[in-house]
């Protein structure tokens, strides 16, 4: 086991390969992909249809299913040197989405899921444990199944979540040890070709974008190992039978165990995919801030000049409207006679001057023409005097 081993060494991040070699094979075969991914929507739903249609032919309709799956570009192989089926409860590691498929075509075995009700899910090589979410409960409906179904098999993924099978495997859950006392570890591999290497799992991407990216390579090979049984001993812990089953699997896999649990990458994802947000948010609201303020000295010297003015007028406002009437004097007007609506920004208590009774009456049209006159020439003044322009006037 390797302490050093952090939950980002166990995900992929990326969907697409880091070499330029592979990025440019890729490009080169995008059109290629986008044409199998339609024609293979097509297939798949005849797939779906006589996955239903043969529910109950199983002899005849796992070798059809594994042919069309195969068209696919789902291909399974059992490796030379593995061992003979000698036990109902299958473990595995978990690499995709698509692993329980690939085993069930070619195992029978059924693999637990909390997304369809029994009938349904038995189409697709699943047996649904949507009970309560009291674990017992689910344990109770495995060894129910696999004493109503003598001929049937589990096939488990203890690690709860899919990794990138490079460095390390999740914690097992002692799930596979309560329900059955011989285990038959599962190795399984997961490869695809070189030109189009892309990963087969990506850290937060949906099950659409799983689906359609399987569709898009030409094929994906999963390759499958049965180790030989493993058999609880006298008084042996669950802990400690899971453990054995993990070791033999990582070993054979070549990689190292840990004490990562599925729960750690769930957590490690939810804060990955806030980061996400955040730092999307950060870069639009900069290139918003560019956009405004930054590309057109014009506007940021006509917007100081209406801030001038009306300095209760937020500054994005006042952008927004120079951009489209390229004047002064136009935004002013907009903002007095309410064309265009802001909410004005608070401005700070000052004392208030005197004023004489004789103002005119601030409802009148006269009055406003005055106000907006008065304004206007206050702000030109203020402009001559800064610059210093009163040799022109």
């Known amino acids: 086991m390797n302490a050093k081993i952090e939950v980002g060494n166990l995900v992929e991040k990326s969907r697409f390969p880091k070499t330029v070699n592979e990025t440019l094979g890729i490009i080169a075969y995008f059109p290629f992909g986008v044409v199998l991914v339609v024609l293979r929507i097509f297939i798949a739903i005849n797939a779906l249809l006589l996955t239903v249609i043969l529910s109950n032919y199983p002899n005849i309709r796992r070798p059809l299913l594994r042919i069309m799956s195969g068209v696919l570009g789902l291909i399974v192989v059992e490796k030379e040197n593995s061992s003979s089926k000698n036990s109902r409860v299958l473990v595995s590691n978990n690499l995709s989405l698509f692993d329980h498929i690939a085993l069930h075509l070619t195992t029978g075995c059924f693999t637990p899921t909390t997304l369809f009700n029994t009938p349904i899910a038995l189409y697709f090589g699943l047996i649904s444990i949507l009970t309560n979410d009291n674990p017992s409960s689910e344990i109770t409906v495995l060894k129910q199944f696999l004493a109503n179904n003598d001929k049937k098999s589990l096939l488990l993924f203890p690690e709860g979540a899919s990794t990138n099978g490079k460095c390390a495997l999740l914690k097992f859950s002692y799930v596979p040890a309560l329900i059955s006392d011989n285990l038959q570890p599962v190795v ?148 007095l006679d309410g064309t265009v609506k802001f909410t004005p920004l608070p401005q700070s208590s000052k004392p208030k001057t005197t004023t004489k009774k004789t103002e005119p009456n601030n409802f009148g049209v006269g009055s406003f023409l005055e106000r907006k006159t008065k304004l206007i020439n206050e702000a030109r003044q203020r402009y001559i005097k800064k610059h210093g322009l009163h040799h022109l006037v």
């Open 188 to 335: 399984l591999r997961v490869t695809r070709p070189s030109f189009v290497n892309i990963n087969i799992s990506v850290l937060g991407s949906n099950t659409i974008s799983e689906v359609l990216w399987f569709f898009f390579v030409p094929f994906t090979k999963f390759e499958y190992k049965l180790l030989e049984v493993i058999q609880r001993s006298k008084d042996e812990s669950n802990e400690t039978l899971m453990f054995r089953v993990e070791k033999a699997i990582s070993q054979d896999l070549n990689i190292s165990t840990s004490n990562i649990t599925k729960n750690a990458k769930d957590e490690y994802k939810k804060i990955y995919l806030i980061e996400l947000a955040e730092k999307k948010a950060k870069n639009h609201n900069r290139h918003v801030t560019r956009d405004n303020f930054e590309e057109d000295p014009e506007i940021l010297r006509m917007a100081a000049q209406v801030t001038d003015v009306l300095p209760y007028v937020p500054k994005n406002v006042i952008v927004a409207n120079l951009r489209r009437t390229r004047s002064v004097d136009i935004t002013i007007t907009n903002m």
